[in-house]
């Protein structure tokens, strides 16, 4: 059945393609550090399952090494000026979107029909997500007709601007796992209960839905909050103590716990990532656009679930 | 109490704006360490949850495509169209992609839009075309502002779209979490929750929105 390692496998060429044209432009300002890095990449990609746990660690520690030691930097691949980009802008028109939407089409007709036994039922939107990009370059290449590295050197050129902050969403997942055996949850959890003022259901509600929101902009995950606030105040506290619907103290509880993500450069992919992608001068500028959404709403989300848990 | 060490020095190197890579790699070998684990056990715990995660990384596959179309233009056509469509304010424009994310995430489609499918080719050139058009003496300061303003309008659209399509990740966490406490939820009890709060964001974050077309950015 087709599942991740096909996905990984594209992934794994593109970062390949990387460090293959990066060591061949020799005007590259960190041609080496830079190629080392795709390359490194490409390897996990490739063959991350033959590299055994400490191989692959070893390689993690490699990349950061290169990126905390400033190896990596921005080459100039050949592109197109400004002048040929609104001169087929004007060329092509509003056409010009339609290739825009394949991606997303394949990506929603794959989820809705592809399945067993061609490909696996977890990975389906992803694979379907890795179908798209390969239909999307087949059509570009044939309508736009660019040179045939051009796939290559616009993908480098992107992936070159957005730098180390690539890696950093699936670095901050890593640095969850080892939280997770470590058991920071627990202790965490161990201190939130231990706050609660007696007798007051208002401070219990309080508790867990900062809590949720806290301990997510301390993880960047809701996901890795959930689980331990649930234990520590949600289920003993708000649900069996105090009486309160678990569905909604645990749905609405969850969305406190988005306040916060909306809140930390933790949640690289929704934070950092896009003010890099966007070249913003303030790397906590995307954040810094939320505050004024994320607090009236972690508001909201306390009196909801006071007001409509406990009738 | 060692374990929370990784903390401290996540909190600590982020405010002295240590590379993130760095800092991350150092708290997960910190906390590995603080709770009592062999110094090469941390690194090979490290490799293999990395390995594991590589599926966050994978969507990049996505740049190659997204290059092709800027380097045909794609941005230039974007601003162009709104450039030449006088009722398309700035505010106007985010409440409807707004509106766009949170329904298409609330039917499951979450995929379809995000920073480097849509935000930066469509709807940042789009957004910084419509600001200078209200403002021709806007800043630079004042178009990346219009910008961030964009990715935020993305992210709150899909944290608060999401949870009410009945299959997705966090409702099944959800879910999982309340059945091994012997509690049993179905998705939809859950999914329904997320509705009022899904308002209140539309209505909070579409306020903020309409309010950009009001004063000078």
Same mark, same amino acid.
């Given at each position: 059945m087709i599942g991740l390692p096909f996905l990984y496998a594209l992934a794994g060429l593109m970062f390949a393609g990387f460090a293959v044209s990066t060591l061949a @432009?020799?005007?590259?300002? #960190?041609r080496f550090g830079s190629a080392a890095f795709w390359g490194l990449l490409a390897l996990s990609f490739l063959a991350g399952d033959r590299l055994g746990d400490l191989g692959n660690g070893v390689l993690v520690l490699a990349l950061v090494a290169l990126a905390g030691t400033g190896r990596l930097g921005k080459g100039s691949p050949p592109t197109t000026s400004p002048e040929q980009r609104a001169a087929s802008a004007s060329k092509y028109g509003n056409r010009l979107f339609l290739p825009a939407l394949i991606v997303p089409a394949v990506a929603l007709l794959g989820t809705l029909l592809l399945g067993p036994p061609l490909v696996e039922a977890k990975q389906v939107t992803l694979v379907s997500l890795g179908l798209g990009v390969v239909i999307a370059l087949v059509v570009l290449q044939l309508w736009l007709k660019p040179p045939l590295r051009a796939p290559l050197d616009e993908g480098r050129s992107l992936a070159e601007s957005i730098g180390w902050a690539l890696v950093l969403p699936q670095m901050l997942a890593t640095l969850g796992a080892i939280f997770g055996l470590a058991g920071v949850g627990a202790i965490i959890g161990g201190f939130a209960s231990g706050w609660i003022p007696e007798g007051s259901r208002l401070a219990a509600v309080l508790a867990f839905t900062l809590g949720m929101a806290g301990f997510t902009i301390i993880m960047g995950n809701a996901f890795a909050a959930f689980p331990v606030m649930m234990a520590a105040? &949600? !289920?003993?506290?708000?649900?069996?103590? !105090? &009486?309160? @619907?678990p569905a909604i103290v645990a749905a609405i509880g969850m969305l406190a716990g988005f306040c916060g993500t909306l809140l930390t450069p933790m949640a690289a992919n929704f934070n950092i990532v896009p003010a890099v992608l966007l070249e913003l001068? @303030? #790397?906590n500028g995307v954040i810094k656009a939320q505050v004024a959404t994320a607090l009236p709403l972690l508001a909201i989300n306390t009196l909801l679930i006071w007001g409509l848990a406990f009738r | 109490m060692w374990p929370l060490i990784g903390i401290g020095v996540v909190i600590i190197g982020f405010a002295l704006r240590f590379n993130p890579l760095l800092v991350v790699v150092v708290a997960a070998l910190a906390s590995g360490l603080g709770a009592g684990l062999a110094p090469l056990d941390v690194v090979a715990a490290i490799g293999k949850a990395f390995n594991n995660s590589r599926y966050v990384t994978a969507v990049w596959i996505l740049l190659p495509v997204i290059g092709l179309l800027e380097r045909a233009g794609l941005r230039t056509r974007a601003r162009d169209v709104v450039a030449n469509v006088a009722s398309a304010t700035t505010g106007r424009i985010l409440l409807a992609y707004l509106l766009f994310r949170q329904a298409t995430a609330a039917v499951g489609? %979450? %995929?379809?839009?995000?920073h480097a499918q849509t935000?930066?080719?469509l709807l940042a050139p789009m957004v910084e075309a419509s600001a200078t058009r209200a403002d021709?003496?806007?800043s630079p300061d004042g178009l990346a502002k219009v910008r961030a303003m964009a990715a935020a309008t993305d992210n709150v659209g899909v944290f608060f779209g999401e949870d009410i399509f009945l299959a997705v990740a966090s409702i099944l966490l959800i879910k999982g979490f309340l059945d091994s406490n012997g509690i049993f939820v179905t998705p939809f009890q859950l999914s329904v929750w997320a509705i009022p709060t899904a308002v209140a964001a539309f209505v909070i974050h579409g306020a903020r929105l309409l309010r950009i077309d009001r004063k000078p950015t």
């Open positions: @432009d020799r005007a590259h300002p #960190r105040v &949600g !289920l003993p506290i708000l649900v069996l103590k !105090l &009486g309160g @619907d001068p @303030d #790397r | 489609l %979450t %995929t379809v839009a995000g935000v930066r080719p021709p003496d806007i």
